[in-house]
Each structure stands twice: as structure tokens, then as C-alpha cells.
């Protein structure tokens, strides 16, 4: 199993992906997710001029020393170019040894340990109506688990709102929230914390009366609120028991959580911008969150991630891996496989992809009664359709960012 032959891929069936194809010399074929959205080129020339030539007449079974290889070998760590291109390396020699054996992938994890996996989809509206019509559409789509997002009266544009069925022809009508546009310069968005902390408690007390009890319901501050302003939320929203409240406050100073758990019982998650188990170190030894939001993508792969997952085991802390449309089905599958095989698994993020990126991506999950499965084909599951992927050539896209009303720059 000597690695032949190692291709970049990067294909924009409405929004850019980036996949690592390895080959070996007996013709298995294995692939990886390096998306890392708004800065994709940057891996892929990582990938091209650094990765690749390392890898040919490389052992494709060596999954740990590889991994050990291109981190310590490169000096300089961690950072998300780097780690994606590290994971992407690593999904594909899964899967290729899963192919290898005739096995999923989870089974050379160790098996599977639930029948399913518990995922949850993206609901939003700029207003009330809005929000019910999306929350029932996506009850129908089979989700039993909902993150709410809405707008917020007084700002245009935020992150995480469709306000309404999508026009974009890969959405299957949808109420899709694509956050990143084609185009020359990031779209400009407005940001008030005040404002959302009034109008936020109120929102979910309406959904509550609207849809019962029982619904988990997640939320997802997009890192914009400073410690304290996170802790008063947090207690908010406790009358209406959130599965999780999101990455309540940017987290690259991991001690401001300790503010914001002695304020508040909500559960925290937090992560998908993170690349290595240091950036949770604090955060699960000090047990100041409850979820693990890190992406196989982001964090290095299978391999990284599972060591992180089970570092979080030990304080009772549970999986929430990242899961947006901005991760290619080959990383939603390395998620599942991972996903089914520990033992501390919580929820999976689940937005769907569009029907151009399924047919570039062919898949062999399953989609049923609000559980995703990664289906028991040999290694991944997931094989690339170059003739589809060549249509859809790269095109710019970044992600939007906030100003406040001053002008001030703000964390989007
Ligand atoms: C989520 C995330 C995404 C990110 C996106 C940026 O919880 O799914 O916050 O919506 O904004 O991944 O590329
Ligand atoms: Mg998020």
C-alpha cells in the first residue's frame, strides 16, 4: 500500500470544497475534506507544494505516523491552514484502510456503540412567522432536534438567517443560510449585543409555547458577546432548556468561560474554530463547557479529533462535531464514522447539502426519524465524481463580517 499518486480537487457546486485524492500502487483510492471556507486556496497550496511530495512513495497504512510526521516535521504547529491539510491526509488514509479491509470505517474504530446518530438541522426567520414556517419545514425534512436562530429587530443583516425559502438554485428551496458570497470583498453585516440580548429570551419563550416542551432547541452566539454579556444570556435562556447555547464568547481565551459557567446552567459548546486538543485543554480539565464543536476537518482529522473526544470523556463532556454545509460530505462522513464509534457522543450538526454537491459527492448515508448513519460501505463511503466536480470551477467567496453602529469593527 504505497501512496502513488495524491490530487488536489477543487470543485464550487455552489460552494467551494477542496479534496485530498490519494491512490495507491494496488489502486485503492482514499479522500479527504481540506474546506477551510473563505480561505480555501491557502490549504490547497499547502496541500500542492508541501504535502504532496512528502506523501508519494509514502506507506498508506501508517495512518499514526503520518499524522506525527507532517505535524512535528512542519515546526510550525497548529492554525487552521495547517491542520486542514493534515486532516485531509488523514481522512483518506481511513478510508483507503478501510477499503483495505472490506470494513467501514467505524468498525476499525472499534464498532459501532448507537444505532444512530442524533442530528440537528438549522432553523431561521428574520421574524416570528419566519422562524415557525422554518421550524416546521424542517420537522417535516425529519429533524428532531432544531437550532433557532432569528433576526433581530433594528439590524439588517446577521449570521445565521434565512429569511426566507432559498432562491440559490443548490438549496432544494430550503430555508438555506449559505453565509459565504461570491464575490470580490466580504458582504458587510450589522451587530447590536444589546439589542439581541433584549429580543433573544422572548423569541425562545414563543417557540417553547409554540412547539412544547420536549423539542431540544440549540442557539448559536457566533462568538460575539463578551464574557459577561454571555453569562447574562446564558441565564436567560434557562427557563427554556437549550440543548446548548454556541460559542457564546470567542473562546481563544479559554479562562473567560469560567466567568460566564458561574453565571449560568445552560449547556456550553463551543470549538469549530479550534484545530488541536490545546485549544480545549483548560475548557474540559476546568469542565467549562459541555460540547466539543471541533470539525474532523478543522482538527487535524479522525485521529486528532477521537484523542480530543476521549480527553472530554473522562469529564463527562460529549461530542458536538461541526457540521455546516461548509463541510464537504467527506468530512460529514469521517464525522459519523467517528460519531458512531465513541462512546460520548452528543449531537451532530446536519444542514444538508444541495443536489449539485450530491451528485459530485456520491454517498452512502442514511438520513432516518432524525438519526444519520454512515452506511457500511468499505472505508468512508464517499467517492468523488470528477466529471461532475470538473463543471463547477472555484470561484471566490468569503464569509461576511460585522460592524457596529459606529463603524466599529465586530466579531461576526
Ligand atoms: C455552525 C457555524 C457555521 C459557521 C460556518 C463558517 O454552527 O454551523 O457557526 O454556520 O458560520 O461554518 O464557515
Ligand atoms: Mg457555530
Known amino acids: 500500500m504505497i501512496i502513488d499518486k495524491a490530487d488536489v480537487i477543487v470543485t464550487s457546486p455552489g460552494r467551494n470544497f477542496v479534496t485530498l485524492k490519494l491512490t495507491t500502487d494496488d489502486g485503492l483510492t482514499g479522500l479527504g475534506d481540506a474546506t477551510l471556507n473563505g480561505r480555501e486556496l491557502a490549504v490547497v497550496a499547502y496541500l500542492r507544494d508541501h504535502v504532496v511530495p ?57 464498532g459501532a456503540s448507537r444505532r444512530g446518530l442524533m442530528a440537528y438541522g438549522h432553523a431561521s426567520g428574520k421574524d416570528l412567522p419566519e422562524l415557525f414556517d422554518s421550524i416546521h419545514a424542517h420537522l417535516e425534512l425529519g429533524y428532531r432536534s432544531i437550532r433557532v436562530q432569528t433576526g433581530v429587530p433594528g439590524l439588517k443583516a446577521i449570521y445565521g438567517i434565512a429569511s426566507q425559502h432559498s432562491e440559490a438554485e443548490d438549496s432544494r428551496g430550503r430555508y438555506d443560510y449559505e453565509p459565504a458570497h461570491r464575490g470580490a470583498r466580504p458582504v458587510e453585516e450589522d451587530w447590536d449585543t444589546r439589542a439581541y440580548l433584549t429580543h433573544l429570551p422572548g423569541v425562545f419563550e414563543a417557540v417553547r409555547n409554540e412547539f412544547g416542551p420536549d ?28 440543548f446548548w447555547l454556541e460559542d457564546c464568547t470567542p473562546a481563544e481565551n479559554q479562562e473567560a468561560l469560567r466567568l460566564v459557567r458561574q453565571h449560568t446552567t445552560t449547556p456550553l459548546a463551543i470549538g469549530e474554530v479550534f484545530n488541536t486538543v490545546w485549544d480545549f485543554k483548560d475548557l474540559i480539565r476546568e469542565q467549562l463547557i459541555d460540547y466539543v464543536r471541533g470539525a474532523v476537518t478543522h482538527m487535524g482529522g479522525i485521529t486528532a479529533l477521537k484523542k480530543t473526544l476521549e480527553y472530554a470523556a473522562m469529564y463527562q463532556i460529549k461530542s458536538g462535531m461541526h457540521g455546516p454545509t461548509d463541510i464537504s460530505p467527506v468530512g460529514m462522513a469521517a464525522a459519523m464514522h467517528l460519531g458512531l464509534a465513541i462512546h460520548n457522543f452528543g449531537i451532530q450538526e446536519y444542514m444538508q447539502h444541495g443536489p449539485k454537491t450530491d451528485q459530485v459527492f456520491e454517498q452512502s448515508f442514511t438520513w432516518r426519524d432524525g438519526m444519520l448513519h454512515p452506511g457500511d460501505q468499505p472505508g468512508l463511503g464517499v467517492e468523488l465524481n470528477l466529471d461532475e466536480a470538473g463543471k463547477y470551477p472555484y470561484e471566490r467567496a468569503y464569509l461576511p463580517y460585522n460592524r457596529l453602529k459606529d463603524g466599529t469593527v465586530h466579531d461576526w
Open 215 to 242: 423539542l431540544p432547541l440549540l442557539h448559536d452566539g457566533h462568538h460575539r458577546m463578551t464574557p459577561i454579556q454571555a453569562a447574562r444570556l446564558g441565564k436567560a435562556l434557562e427557563p427554556y432548556d437549550l
Open 54 to 110: 512528502l506523501l508519494i512513495g509514502a506507506d498508506a497504512s501508517r495512518i499514526e505516523d503520518t499524522w506525527q510526521f507532517l505535524y512535528r516535521s512542519a515546526y510550525w504547529r497548529r492554525g487552521p491552514v495547517t491542520m486542514a491539510a493534515i486532516a485531509a491526509v488523514d481522512m483518506a488514509l481511513w478510508d483507503i484502510k478501510g477499503k483495505a479491509a472490506g470494513m467501514p470505517v467505524y468498525q476499525l474504530l472499534g
